[in-house]
């Protein structure tokens, strides 16, 4: 997922790319996506962390087997 960040040169919400060392700015223009970039990024975290909850679970559910 790509991090936001305000560009140095000109202020404006931007995505940020990390590449040989060298940091590349891409406008977000629409303040809407730069909403939805947010609510996706919660929603991944959200899911990411259910996900390794059923995988505790999972592994508990498999080594005691009964």
């Keep these: 997922m790509s991090e936001v960040a305000k560009c140095p040169t000109c202020g404006s919400h931007s995505k940020i790319k990390v590449k040989d060392g060298e940091t590349t700015y891409k406008v ?9 970039i947010g609510q996706m990024k ?13 995988e505790k679970e999972l592994e508990e559910l498999k080594s ?3």
């Design 28 to 36: 977000v223009q629409d303040e809407e996506a730069l909403k939805k």
């Design 42 to 54: 919660k929603a991944l975290e959200k899911f990411k962390f259910k996900a390794e909850q059923l």
């Design 64 to 66: 005691n087997p009964s």
